[in-house]
């Protein structure tokens, strides 16, 4: 099927969530989920897996074991590609609209190490300060995870790119409130068209961080 942006049911599904978080609920409307949610979904993995690769969906049930809050289902829809090379995009649909971004947005210690030795020097530093300072004006956010409040061991305060340095990832993303055109085909190309712009941050990414190579921690 071609990807023609999801249609109104599924904005409507989550707002309806978000009022009723059961699994009574859920039970009742699986339905429309499998329909205005998750088949549009695999249509777009469908429309973009040969440039950007496979989205896999993340799943709807939330992991309440050792959450104070215990609504069983997660208000929001989201899909990402694998981080086979350390940067990865993603798109993700809630009651108020889309989000779409690219990146890495938690780095593991080995892939931090190698980001903050990838921003001291001159060379590859100023690269990804170029390529940041340019999605900044075409009105992307940067964002990670985890930020310092203050400078990295070692990094003085008054450093040029000091501020990258303090963030624990590096995503680039931009907030689409709900639209019409999220109901159309016209949502492919506002979707790649973010991830397109993101290209050059995660082609730096993928070369100067890569993937973890740590064993995954223990739960």
């Given at each position: ?20 978080n059961?699994?009574?609920?859920w ?20 429309a ?13 049930n ?15 829809a ?25 990146g ?10 190698r ?10 530093g ?8 340019g999605?900044?004006g ?36 931009r ?18 068209g ?12 993928d ?6 190579t ?6």
């Amino acid at each position: 099927m071609t990807f023609k942006g999801w249609p109104a049911e599924a904005f409507d599904f989550y707002t309806e969530l978000e009022a009723n978080n059961s699994r009574p609920w859920w039970q009742a409307h699986k339905d429309t989920y499998d329909h205005a949610v998750r088949e549009p979904f695999e249509d777009l993995t469908d429309a973009v897996m040969a440039e950007f690769g496979e989205l896999r969906m993340f799943r709807p049930n939330r992991d309440t074991r050792f959450a104070k809050d215990k609504s069983p289902y997660k208000t929001a829809a989201a899909a990402m590609t694998s981080q086979a090379d350390g940067a990865s995009y993603y798109v993700q649909l809630s009651a108020s609209g889309l989000f779409v971004g690219a990146g890495s947005y938690h780095l593991a210690t080995d892939q931090l190490q190698r980001w903050r030795a990838a921003l001291a020097d001159d060379r590859t530093g100023r690269q990804i300060a170029r390529v940041t300072d340019g999605l900044v004006g075409q009105g992307y956010d940067l964002a990670a995870a985890e930020s310092l409040k203050t400078a990295p061991r070692g990094w003085a305060k008054d450093h040029p790119r000091i501020e990258l340095a303090r963030l624990k990832g590096l995503v680039m993303a931009r907030t689409f409130p709900k639209a019409k055109w999220q109901s159309t085909a016209k949502a492919l190309d506002r979707i790649t068209g973010v991830w397109r712009d993101a290209a050059p941050m995660c082609a730096w990414i993928d070369a100067n961080i890569g993937p973890s190579t740590l064993p995954p921690p223990e739960r």
